[in-house]
Structure formats: structure tokens, C-alpha cells
Nanobody
Framework: QVQLVESGGGLVQAGGSLRLSCAAS????????MGWFRQAPGKEREFVAS????????AYADSVKGRFTISRDNAKNTVYLQMNSLKPEDTAVYYC??????????????WGQGTQVTVSS
């Protein structure tokens, strides 16, 4: 099992950028697919982006395609989410998760504590 800690959230104006990081503990990080999810107030948690164990395959929600980029550094046990052209509707708590069955969304678990992203208009 892997433990995850997110960081990098904050307050940004619409059109701005943020980069989220998710640090993982454990020697098996490189064997997991990784994903980012978000949950806005009053809404269910939703898929944002995911990446396979090697970093060669990625998947994105339609709402973030062309604006967000997921990447990973297996040497640093870290996965990133670069968010550009942010919109107020991107405001949410962002969570990192791991999966041994990428890209199956329902297989993601080992959730981090989340990091708040707030985009002002």
C-alpha cells in the first residue's frame, strides 16, 4: 500500500496556473497508476486525470483536456498536476490516488488528504 500527501494548492485568479504535487511513500510507487480527482462543495468527487505506471499513458476528463497535464517522476515518488488557464469552476479540493488496475477509475484508492484549489473570477 502507498501513502499519499498532496501539496501546491492555493488561491489563484482565473486564467492563472498552479502545479499540484503528490508525494508517495513506499518502494512500490512505480508499480501503481496514479490519478487526480476533485470534489467541489456540494458535489461528488470526480475524475480529473490519470497516468499509468511508466508515465507513457495518460487520461483526462473532458473538462480539463488541453489545460491540465499530469506527469510523474518515479525516482522522486511524486506525481504532478500542472493546471493552466484555470477557471472558477476548477475550484475544489484536489485528491491524489493510486491504482493497481489503471485505468479503471473505480480501482483508485489510498487517497491523500487533499489540497484546496480556489480560482477567483
Amino acid at each position: 500500500q502507498v501513502q499519499l500527501v498532496e501539496s501546491g494548492g492555493g488561491l489563484v485568479q482565473a486564467g492563472g496556473s498552479l502545479r499540484l504535487s503528490c508525494a508517495a511513500s513506499g518502494r512500490t510507487f512505480s508499480s501503481y497508476g496514479m490519478g487526480w480527482f476533485r470534489q467541489a462543495p456540494g458535489k461528488e468527487r470526480e475524475f480529473v486525470a490519470s497516468i499509468n505506471w511508466s508515465g507513457l499513458l495518460r487520461a483526462y476528463a473532458d473538462s480539463v483536456k488541453g489545460r491540465f497535464t499530469i506527469s510523474r517522476d518515479n525516482a522522486k515518488n511524486t506525481v504532478y498536476l500542472q493546471m493552466n488557464s484555470l477557471k472558477p469552476e476548477d475550484t475544489a479540493v484536489y485528491y491524489c490516488a493510486a491504482s493497481a488496475k489503471w485505468p479503471t477509475i473505480q480501482a483508485f484508492g489510498s487517497w491523500g488528504q487533499g489540497t484546496q484549489v480556489t480560482v477567483s473570477s
